[in-house]
């Protein structure tokens, strides 16, 4: 089996009392007011396509409260998550499942940190403690990385884009409406991940490209002309005055735009929609197509 991405968010009662301390079994109180109430997590390829995606209300264990605050931020109430919820101990074990059935490499989320010790302050307090090395494989976190890159000022400096400010930068449609539902929030930081990691095009047989590039192209290794050239055959506008860096941001836009999901309707079944279009995870790319240096994670945005 080829490696995988488990991209994922939670939705919690709050917030712990104090955010710098890891989990451990004797200081799970901190965890108290940031109980997990719901989970999603959606399983990629190394192109960037969906394979499968879950999303579970929590009940948890215990004692727990949704006060009218935080039931507007998320919409579920405590009666609500009583009567529907799962137990967290059924939920994580489909999720180490899928860890293992699909291979997973690598974890991705949106405030990585924060999701991570909600869920492990629940296996905490679980009797079977074997869950808590889940997280062993490495991580991206979109919040943190995506602070170099979208550069939004605060009086201390550069601050940790929200979900919304980096689907904003990378002109990603996200509706308020729909956030804070983990699978909706986790669709979008897959989509934000995909702007943020490299991504090479491949051609298919509905897509024309200059004969002399291979089926299998790295766009950055494109000349000007075939990139305009590719533009003009694909119909895409207004690209004649511009330069390499730009043809690129365009076309990877252009087919970004007409490939993924854009409302709540289509989070499920959208892999017919991406046949056209696959993306290439940073470790396969040759060089970053502006900075030459492989996963560079540079301030592009690619």
């Known amino acids: 089996m080829t490696p995988h991405t488990l991209s994922f968010d939670t939705e919690t009662t709050g ?3 104090n955010f710098k301390i890891s989990p451990n079994n004797s200081n799970t109180f901190n965890w108290d007011d940031a109980r997990v109430i719901e989970i999603a997590w959606i399983i990629s390829d190394k192109y960037g396509n969906v394979i499968k995606e879950n999303n579970y209300i929590i009940k948890p264990t215990g004692t727990f ?84 890159i979208t550069k939004l000022q605060n009086r201390y400096g ?26 909706y929030d986790t669709t979008k930081t897959l989509e934000c991940y995909n702007k943020m990691i490299p991504p090479t095009i491949l051609s298919s047989p509905t897509t024309s490209i200059p004969s002399s590039v291979p089926i299998e192209i790295n766009i950055s290794k494109m000349k000007v002309v075939e990139l305009k050239k590719y533009c003009k055959e694909n119909k895409i506008k207004d690209y004649s005055k511009l330069n390499k860096k ?17 409302n709540k309707e289509n989070l499920v079944s959208h892999n017919e929609d991406i046949d056209n279009i696959n993306y290439y995870i940073c470790n396969q790319l040759d060089e970053c197509p502006f900075c030459g240096i492989p996963q560079c994670h540079c301030g592009s945005g690619y």
């Open 15 to 17: 917030i712990p009392k």
């Open 65 to 148: 409260n949704i006060s009218e605050n935080n039931k507007k931020i998320h919409g579920y109430s405590q009666d609500y998550i009583l009567n529907n919820g799962r137990n967290i101990k059924e939920i994580l074990t489909m999720m180490i499942d899928d860890i293992d059935k699909f291979n997973v490499n690598k974890f991705v989320a949106h405030n990585f940190d924060f999701d991570k010790n909600v869920i492990l302050s629940e296996i905490f307090r679980m009797d079977d403690l074997t869950y808590k090395n889940i997280f062993t494989k490495p991580h991206y976190c979109t919040m943190k990385e995506g602070t170099n």
């Open 158 to 183: 550069y601050k940790r884009p929200k979900l919304s400010e980096l689907c904003k930068y990378y002109n990603i449609q996200f509706d308020e409406n729909y956030a804070h539902n983990a699978l």
């Open 246 to 262: 730009e043809l690129i941001e365009t076309i990877l836009n252009h087919n970004t735009k007409s490939t993924l999901p854009t």
